[in-house]
Protein backbone atom coordinates (compact mmCIF):
# COMPACT_ATOMS: atom_id res chain seq x y z
CA UNK A 1 0.00 0.00 0.00
CA UNK A 2 1.28 3.49 -1.10
CA UNK A 3 0.17 7.04 0.76
CA UNK A 4 2.15 10.17 0.51
CA UNK A 5 2.87 11.73 3.68
CA UNK A 6 3.73 15.33 4.89
CA UNK A 7 7.41 15.42 6.90
CA UNK A 8 8.08 19.48 7.09
CA UNK A 9 6.42 21.08 9.97
CA UNK A 10 3.76 18.91 9.89
CA UNK A 11 1.78 20.56 7.02
CA UNK A 12 -1.17 18.49 5.23
CA UNK A 13 -1.14 17.39 2.28
CA UNK A 14 -3.49 20.01 -0.46
CA UNK A 15 -6.20 17.59 -1.56
CA UNK A 16 -5.72 20.06 -4.86
CA UNK A 17 -2.19 17.91 -5.38
CA UNK A 18 -1.96 15.86 -8.29
CA UNK A 19 0.40 12.78 -7.84
CA UNK A 20 2.49 10.40 -9.92
CA UNK A 21 3.29 6.79 -8.71
CA UNK A 22 6.47 5.39 -10.85
CA UNK A 23 7.12 1.44 -9.41
CA UNK A 24 10.49 1.19 -10.58
CA UNK A 25 8.96 -2.22 -12.80
CA UNK A 26 7.62 -0.07 -15.59
CA UNK A 27 4.15 0.61 -14.13
CA UNK A 28 3.13 4.09 -12.91
CA UNK A 29 -0.02 5.08 -11.16
CA UNK A 30 -1.90 8.52 -11.10
CA UNK A 31 -3.53 9.37 -7.53
CA UNK A 32 -3.36 9.84 -4.08
CA UNK A 33 -3.48 6.61 -2.32
CA UNK A 34 -2.66 2.87 -4.09
CA UNK A 35 -2.14 -0.41 -3.61
CA UNK A 36 0.66 -2.29 -5.97
CA UNK A 37 1.92 -5.53 -6.14
CA UNK A 38 5.23 -6.21 -8.04
CA UNK A 39 5.02 -9.70 -10.42
CA UNK A 40 8.81 -10.33 -9.36
CA UNK A 41 10.83 -10.77 -6.30
CA UNK A 42 13.59 -7.83 -5.83
CA UNK A 43 14.60 -4.40 -5.05
CA UNK A 44 12.43 -1.45 -6.77
CA UNK A 45 12.90 2.43 -6.29
CA UNK A 46 9.68 3.68 -5.96
CA UNK A 47 9.70 7.47 -7.41
CA UNK A 48 6.54 9.34 -6.26
CA UNK A 49 5.82 13.20 -7.24
CA UNK A 50 3.34 15.50 -6.00
CA UNK A 51 2.11 19.01 -7.99
CA UNK A 52 0.57 22.02 -6.70
CA UNK A 53 0.09 24.90 -8.19
CA UNK A 54 3.34 24.80 -10.26
CA UNK A 55 5.39 23.28 -7.89
CA UNK A 56 6.57 19.74 -7.88
CA UNK A 57 8.00 17.95 -4.95
CA UNK A 58 9.53 14.39 -5.48
CA UNK A 59 9.96 11.42 -2.85
CA UNK A 60 11.77 8.04 -3.80
CA UNK A 61 12.29 4.61 -1.38
CA UNK A 62 13.70 1.26 -1.28
CA UNK A 63 11.28 -1.34 -1.47
CA UNK A 64 12.14 -5.08 -1.14
CA UNK A 65 9.85 -7.83 -2.70
CA UNK A 66 10.31 -11.38 -1.93
CA UNK A 67 7.85 -14.08 -1.30
CA UNK A 68 7.67 -14.73 2.18
CA UNK A 69 7.54 -18.00 4.14
CA UNK A 70 4.54 -18.19 6.06
CA UNK A 71 2.97 -20.86 7.64
CA UNK A 72 -0.71 -21.55 8.43
CA UNK A 73 -1.79 -24.03 11.44
CA UNK A 74 -5.01 -25.07 13.20
CA UNK A 75 -4.45 -26.52 16.52
CA UNK A 76 -6.30 -27.26 19.56
CA UNK A 77 -3.93 -25.77 22.71
CA UNK A 78 -5.49 -26.29 26.17
CA UNK A 79 -8.62 -27.83 24.40
CA UNK A 80 -9.71 -24.53 22.64
CA UNK A 81 -9.22 -24.32 19.04
CA UNK A 82 -6.74 -21.80 17.96
CA UNK A 83 -5.14 -20.41 14.19
CA UNK A 84 -1.33 -19.81 14.19
CA UNK A 85 -0.16 -18.21 11.36
CA UNK A 86 4.04 -18.43 11.69
CA UNK A 87 6.34 -15.74 9.65
CA UNK A 88 9.52 -18.27 8.86
CA UNK A 89 11.04 -15.37 6.84
CA UNK A 90 14.47 -13.38 7.85
CA UNK A 91 11.95 -10.16 7.20
CA UNK A 92 8.52 -8.82 9.25
CA UNK A 93 5.58 -9.20 7.07
CA UNK A 94 2.48 -6.73 6.85
CA UNK A 95 -0.76 -8.72 6.68
CA UNK A 96 -2.96 -5.70 5.76
CA UNK A 97 -5.32 -6.89 3.65
CA UNK A 98 -4.67 -10.72 4.09
CA UNK A 99 -7.95 -12.41 5.05
CA UNK A 100 -8.33 -16.23 7.04
CA UNK A 101 -10.55 -17.77 5.23
CA UNK A 102 -12.44 -21.16 6.26
CA UNK A 103 -15.78 -22.64 5.37
CA UNK A 104 -17.22 -19.44 3.45
CA UNK A 105 -16.49 -17.11 6.07
CA UNK A 106 -13.55 -14.83 6.59
CA UNK A 107 -11.38 -12.98 9.45
CA UNK A 108 -9.52 -9.57 7.33
CA UNK A 109 -6.54 -9.02 9.35
CA UNK A 110 -6.53 -5.14 10.45
CA UNK A 111 -4.21 -2.25 8.73
CA UNK A 112 -0.61 -2.13 9.75
CA UNK A 113 -0.63 -6.00 10.90
CA UNK A 114 2.80 -6.52 11.17
CA UNK A 115 4.20 -10.03 11.50
CA UNK A 116 7.73 -9.81 12.97
CA UNK A 117 10.64 -11.99 11.62
CA UNK A 118 10.63 -15.41 12.56
CA UNK A 119 7.50 -14.55 14.74
CA UNK A 120 4.11 -16.10 15.16
CA UNK A 121 0.65 -14.79 15.91
CA UNK A 122 -2.44 -17.07 17.51
CA UNK A 123 -5.71 -16.54 16.75
CA UNK A 124 -8.86 -17.69 18.61
CA UNK A 125 -12.36 -17.24 18.06
CA UNK A 126 -12.35 -14.01 19.87
CA UNK A 127 -9.97 -12.17 17.82
CA UNK A 128 -11.66 -13.95 14.34
CA UNK A 129 -15.25 -14.03 14.80
CA UNK A 130 -14.46 -17.45 12.81
CA UNK A 131 -16.39 -20.50 15.19
CA UNK A 132 -13.32 -22.40 15.53
CA UNK A 133 -14.80 -25.12 18.04
CA UNK A 134 -17.24 -25.92 15.04
CA UNK A 135 -14.60 -25.67 12.56
CA UNK A 136 -12.29 -28.01 14.46
CA UNK A 137 -15.02 -30.63 15.00
CA UNK A 138 -15.56 -30.79 11.05
CA UNK A 139 -12.20 -31.05 10.11
CA UNK A 140 -12.51 -27.91 8.08
CA UNK A 141 -8.94 -25.90 7.18
CA UNK A 142 -8.24 -22.47 7.26
CA UNK A 143 -6.87 -20.91 4.30
CA UNK A 144 -4.49 -17.49 4.24
CA UNK A 145 -5.43 -15.43 1.51
CA UNK A 146 -3.90 -12.63 -0.33
CA UNK A 147 -5.26 -9.54 -1.00
CA UNK A 148 -5.80 -10.82 -4.23
CA UNK A 149 -7.81 -13.06 -3.56
CA UNK A 150 -5.41 -15.82 -4.03
CA UNK A 151 -4.88 -18.66 -1.55
CA UNK A 152 -1.01 -18.18 -0.49
CA UNK A 153 -1.45 -21.31 2.19
CA UNK A 154 -3.55 -23.87 3.41
CA UNK A 155 -3.11 -26.86 5.30
CA UNK A 156 -3.09 -30.20 3.85
CA UNK A 157 -5.66 -32.68 5.77
CA UNK A 158 -2.72 -35.25 5.54
CA UNK A 159 -0.90 -33.73 7.81
CA UNK A 160 -3.15 -34.06 10.94
CA UNK A 161 -2.02 -36.19 13.13
CA UNK A 162 -4.10 -37.81 16.34
CA UNK A 163 -3.74 -34.82 18.41
CA UNK A 164 -5.93 -33.05 15.59
CA UNK A 165 -3.28 -30.75 14.84
CA UNK A 166 -1.70 -29.38 11.65
CA UNK A 167 0.86 -27.85 9.87
CA UNK A 168 0.67 -25.61 6.52
CA UNK A 169 2.81 -25.37 3.63
CA UNK A 170 3.06 -22.96 1.08
CA UNK A 171 1.70 -24.07 -2.19
CA UNK A 172 4.15 -23.32 -4.97
CA UNK A 173 4.07 -19.62 -6.17
CA UNK A 174 2.46 -18.67 -9.22
CA UNK A 175 3.98 -15.04 -9.80
CA UNK A 176 2.36 -13.26 -6.70
CA UNK A 177 4.87 -11.58 -4.35
CA UNK A 178 4.28 -9.80 -1.30
CA UNK A 179 5.01 -5.99 -1.28
CA UNK A 180 7.24 -4.74 1.87
CA UNK A 181 7.91 -1.13 2.60
CA UNK A 182 10.63 -0.24 4.92
Known sequence: YFRPHAIEGGKNISPETSFIWVF?????????????????????????????????????????????????????????????????????????RFRIRADGREFAFPNDTVLAAKGEITLDSSVTGLPLVSLFAKGILPELVLPSGRVFARQQPSLMNAQNTATATKPVPERTTVVLAK
Do not use: C
Open 24 to 96: GDGTTFQGREMWHSFAREGTYVVVLKGALDGKVATARMSVSVFLPDIRIAFENIDGAPVIIIANNSPEEINLT
